[in-house]
């Protein structure tokens, strides 16, 4: 029997996201991304497909490795300009009553309390529904625009990580008891001060001496996503995340990472199936393989090689601008600026070059594209479950909105008579739906914090 | 011909706001503020009772002189609980289509980039109804939140405040031209780079090297509001403001000091009619002047004397709980921690007492209500504006949302019938409902900047 896979949306509150350049298809919306009219039929088309939440990617700072510059950034509209992902959700969330929202914030520059404040008020709002990318990374021109003149390096910013999830875990969970709240009219008390306590934290880079300033909400901390896949991220991820995400360096490599992750968070005292994975995937498909391969024709007419290549030199460290066509790539220059751009380096080989590049970006991303009817696609997906570990996917969209409307009509059916999906929306909070309750684990770090005195 | 009057309901993402105590009165629904539906039918009705805006308070920080803690603003929830204020605006623009919406920041908390981002983000989606009312205060125990052991000093925080301004209008003003997105799927591209630019700004408190993430939006700018009447304050507010919040300190005081803003607003080149002038207003109306009187009888059961003590400490600067009930209060020891405390102290006379304030806080704040039939209501808000030069109100809510249904039905027909009020929501932005053009006009300090290089 397979396990019953989980399903997110993987979109970006911006024109152009992973596949670059699909936005100038005829069909595709994503320039309706200023209206709210386009997210709130979005998430509808998504709670009545059955896809467990929508998961929000954001970058601050630009693409502009390659030619050194933003311009060609801008020209294709890769990933700029791109507005606040956080809000779309309270919209969203009013038009719906499953849907999960995922949505990355990067630490390094939210302050701490507010930052805190933001995701209590939007996990009361969702009632529960909300779930927190946890970002550290990764480009310079987003270290330039808050005022340094460079990033912390790598594995610095993990540990500044740590500390200030210590600290958020601290205002989460310790400053008001569950029962804190007693909102009676009779004796006029809202709340019981001997149950809401200070958070006094005094650390290397955050003080904070004060209460949260949020009642708490449903699942107090938000699910807690993290992409990393270097060793530290790991690292980061087995302490920390929930759901973990990864992209697809052949099911071997897919395997590892989760194994070593599972096997880390073990290690620290957690229970491996308190982690779920989440693979990137892209889905082309039809009611029959022709039909997928030639909607896939299609869609790849509208690629932009040169917003691809853009998108890729960020990833890599390297100014494709800078090589010929069959000129080799010399990785060596290349800075680790992705937690997992050695990774994808190395799979490149000794001797690359921007023709082999773009030839393997089919489809405008260095994500390979899922291409046959839904019924290959479901047995694809169930494979990757099977053979790599993985609980789910994160579908990222080529034309949307119809990528997505296609995946719930066609291969939604396909996974669900093969036992493999939910029928019908489960009650509760995010938490509650992927892990049976509202509120972290006792084997979660938040929860071994020392008490707030 | 009286002016058209402007109003603004204003409100707090919290249960007690301004009016301590009744959120206990048995229809009082504030208790419902962690449910977005509460929200979205409240824009409803605002937008349906020609209301031009909701005016959202907020405040970093607890209320802890009081006592020397915040165990009386917990229980009774005097602005603590409060939950972020802007995640509130997406779900009711999604369900209005006239109404503005005013959100309070404090630039001291807000990192500057971001900041920016957000409020682009919000003006898109609300399709350029958002306004910002700048705050740069004013409570010890938020500087603490933030890791500050005491907030800034008055004046510093506005020079501070001034280079924040800069930063954000070149982000919002400067760093895309007005035909910089072209969005041409024929051509593939999006923007046009050469009409966007980064900023750079290495100031005393700030430096940042970056284009803004957001295309422009409707309005680039958000309507600017501020509320400070100190000296420094209204400079501030002479050069920044469009909309300008004052509390009642008799006609005289008030005028006095809508006078000097427009006056030194005139002096640094800018149109007096540019500001607009808010009093904040609590109204308690009925069908009959007796209906009223019932009204007020009933709701002024349900104040809380500590509850208001608490806010009128905070406000003050003293701690009200270490004086008996008739023992003349010394204010001597009154830090000037709100813009307008001193004011407010002295209107109180050399010789107050606890009693004596809680007398004069008859329906649970300083704000003194206007307790009448709607027609009287009427006259009085008309005589405002003529006497005092006053453009609007600031409603603040009693028993919530029947005090501004209750304005709607009642007072809103009457200020109709004296040509005092609109009879139907203009189109467009909120700046162009307020000044007739989407744009800051040119005169504003944002078009005098030096250009973007």
Redesign the interface.
């Known amino acids: 029997m397979p396990r019953e896979i989980l399903l997110n949306a993987f979109d970006m ?1 911006c ?2 996201h992973i596949q670059q ?1 699909l ?4 069909r595709d919306q994503a ?1 309706r991304y ?1 209206d ?2 386009y997210w ?1 039929e979005l998430a509808k088309t998504l709670e009545d497909g059955l896809f467990d939440g929508l998961f929000l990617a954001d970058v ?3 693409y502009d490795i390659f030619g050194g ?4 950034a ?4 890769v990933q ?5 992902p ?6 969203m ?3 719906t009553t499953h849907l999960g929202f995922g949505v990355t914030a990067n630490l390094l ?3 701490p ?2 930052f805190a ?2 995701m ?3 996990d ?2 969702t009632r529960g529904r909300v779930g927190w990318n946890i970002v550290t990374g990764y480009l310079d ?1 987003a270290a ?4 340094f003149s460079a990033q912390p390096a790598h594995d610095d910013r993990y540990d500044l990580a740590d500390e200030y999830m210590s600290l958020v875990y601290q205002l989460w969970e310790q400053s ?1 008891d569950d029962d804190a ?1 007693r ?1 009676d ?2 004796t ?6 001997a149950k ?1 306590r200070a958070v006094h934290h005094h650390g290397k880079q ?6 949260h ?3 708490p909400s449903p699942q107090r901390t938000p699910v807690l996503y993290q992409a990393g896949s270097s060793p530290r991220g790991r690292r980061f991820a087995a302490s920390h995340a929930e759901c973990v995400f990864l992209n697809g360096q052949g099911v071997a490599g897919v395997k590892a990472i989760i194994d070593d992750i599972r096997a880390l968070a073990s290690a620290a005292g957690r229970a491996p199936a308190d982690i779920k994975a989440f693979l990137g995937v892209t889905v082309v498909t039809g009611a029959t393989e022709a039909e997928a391969r030639d909607k896939f024709d299609d869609y790849r007419q509208y690629v ?1 090689s040169e ?1 691809a290549l853009v998108h890729a030199a960020a990833s890599l460290g390297v100014d494709l601008a800078r090589f010929d066509i069959d000129e080799p790539v010399d990785t060596s220059a290349s800075q680790a600026i992705t937690s997992n751009a050695e990774a994808i380096a190395r799979s490149q080989g000794p001797q690359w070059t921007r023709r082999k590049l773009l030839e393997q970006m089919v489809l405008g991303s260095r994500q390979p594209p899922l291409v046959g009817s839904a019924g290959q696609v479901a047995e694809a997906l169930i494979a990757w479950t099977e053979d790599a570990g993985v609980d789910g996917f994160n579908l990222s969209r080529t034309v949307a909105p119809e990528c997505f409307a296609d995946f719930a009509r066609l291969v939604v059916p396909e996974l669900q008579s093969r036992g493999a999906f939910k029928t019908t929306h489960r009650p509760g909070s995010l938490r509650r739906k992927l892990f049976g309750q509202d509120r972290l684990p006792a084997s979660h770090p938040a929860k071994a914090l020392p008490l707030t005195p």
């Open positions: 509150n024109v152009g350049g936005w100038t298809h005829p320039t200023l709210l009219a709130t601050i700072g630009v510059n933003a311009d060609a801008l020209r294709g509209a700029v300009p791109v507005n606040d956080m809000l779309l959700i309270p919209a969330a009013a038009a520059y939210e302050a309390y507010l404040r933001r209590s008020t939007l009361h709002l021109s330039r625009a808050a005022g008001w709240v909102a009219r009779q006029g008390v809202y709340a019981d001060p809401v955050y003080r904070v001496d004060a209460i300033l949020s009642e932009s917003a």
